[in-house]
């Protein structure tokens, strides 16, 4: 029963590999392999060889799936078009096209990419946006690094979208997408979401890590972007996706334990607050979650310079002294 369940769950998969990645996915191939394993299952007699012939047919499929290669130079959207890097040189660190486009609408902007020189010495400490745009289940994080002397930079891990390109939840389990990590001024990635597309909604959460440790976490998306630039990579919803890759990053012995929600990710900051990752003000979740809502605030402040620490302005958390 196991492995007949395992066989069906294999066939899914195949047919999903060539619908959606195949060159000629959405004509005839992904329905010829069908029709090709259901004859053979017709002829086949016994059902452990029929099981075997499934698995056979889907490990060909596979073999071939798994030759396909990220690419960087499709003919990229323009918010997608350029690749962060940094250049680093003992505490100084040059980071290269970080994202500060003009907005009209959501899809209508003028790109601009920056550099900005900042010093690993003067990280504080990282704050955590959660933005949520349909299921409650389901949201996007964004780490923002904040500096004493510099404005903070957000780091959002992405799907690589071509011109024309949309985002399918089904098409992300299999090669649709390279992954890309977007390097980010807050009035880009966060206003974005907050004042431009519809229906999104954005919380905000100051967390616990310390300096040191938020200097550790910076490198490591540093040393990613620096990475992906050489070699691109496969976006994955399941294993390869904007909460599992921030997870990766870190060193086997620093990552959180595994938990559920860090797929059903839209729970994501109730299991951080359950393992007491946030300033808080003493407020329960039920009590934080609604003051952590910026959209109104962000709404207000805007396209204002100071759009940073308007959205921070009597914010639960955002009292506490720094960590040590």
Same mark, same amino acid.
């Given at each position: 029963m196991a492995a007949g369940i395992a066989a069906l769950l294999f066939l899914l998969w195949a047919f999903g590999a060539l619908y959606f990645d195949f060159p000629l996915a959405k004509s005839f191939a992904p329905w010829v392999f069908l029709i090709g394993v259901a004859a053979m299952l017709f002829v086949i007699r016994g059902a452990w060889k029929k099981i075997a012939s499934v698995f056979v047919a889907c490990g060909i499929v596979l073999a071939w799936w798994l030759t396909l290669e990220p690419r960087k130079d499709r003919p990229w959207q323009p918010d997608v078009a350029e690749l962060a890097w940094a250049e680093v040189k003992g505490d100084e660190i040059t980071l290269h096209n970080?994202?500060?486009?003009?907005?009209?609408?959501?899809?209508?902007?003028?790109?601009? #990419?920056?550099? +900005? $020189? %900042?010093?690993?010495?003067?990280?504080?400490?990282?704050?955590?946006?959660?933005?949520? #745009?349909?299921?409650?289940?389901?949201?996007?994080?964004?780490?923002?690094?904040?500096?004493?002397?510099?404005?903070?930079?957000?780091?959002?891990?992405?799907?690589?979208?071509?011109?024309?390109?949309?985002?399918?939840?089904?098409?992300?389990?299999?090669?649709?997408?390279?992954?890309?990590?977007?390097?980010?001024?807050? &009035?880009?990635?966060? &206003?974005? &979401?907050?004042?431009?597309? /519809?229906?999104?909604?954005?919380?905000?959460?100051?967390? /616990?890590? $310390?300096?040191? +440790?938020?200097?550790?976490?910076?490198?490591?998306? %540093?040393? $990613?972007?620096?990475?992906?630039?050489?070699?691109?990579?496969?976006?994955?919803a399941v294993t390869t996706n904007c909460t599992t890759a921030i997870r990766s990053q870190h060193p086997q012995h620093q990552r959180l334990p595994w938990d559920w929600r860090m797929l059903v990710n839209g729970k994501g900051d109730e299991m951080l607050f359950e393992r007491n990752a946030f300033f808080t003000d003493g407020l329960s979740f039920a009590e934080l979650r609604p003051k952590a809502l910026i959209n109104s605030a962000a709404l207000a402040a805007d396209a204002s310079p100071d759009f940073s620490r308007l959205i921070r302005v009597n914010r639960p958390g955002f009292s506490s002294p720094p960590a040590p």
């Open positions: 970080i994202r500060n486009c003009d907005y009209r609408t959501a899809t209508d902007l003028t790109p601009r #990419w920056e550099n +900005r $020189t %900042v010093r690993l010495s003067q990280i504080t400490g990282v704050d955590l946006f959660v933005n949520y #745009w349909g299921s409650p289940l389901m949201a996007h994080p964004i780490a923002s690094f904040q500096f004493a002397d510099a404005l903070p930079i957000c780091f959002s891990i992405e799907t690589r979208k071509e011109v024309g390109e949309k985002y399918s939840a089904i098409g992300g389990i299999y090669r649709q997408f390279e992954l890309t990590y977007i390097a980010a001024d807050e &009035r880009d990635v966060i &206003r974005l &979401r907050t004042n431009y597309r /519809k229906g999104e909604e954005s919380y905000l959460y100051r967390t /616990k890590v $310390t300096p040191e +440790r938020a200097r550790e976490r910076f490198m490591e998306y %540093v040393n $990613t972007l620096n990475d992906l630039r050489g070699q691109p990579r496969w976006y994955n």
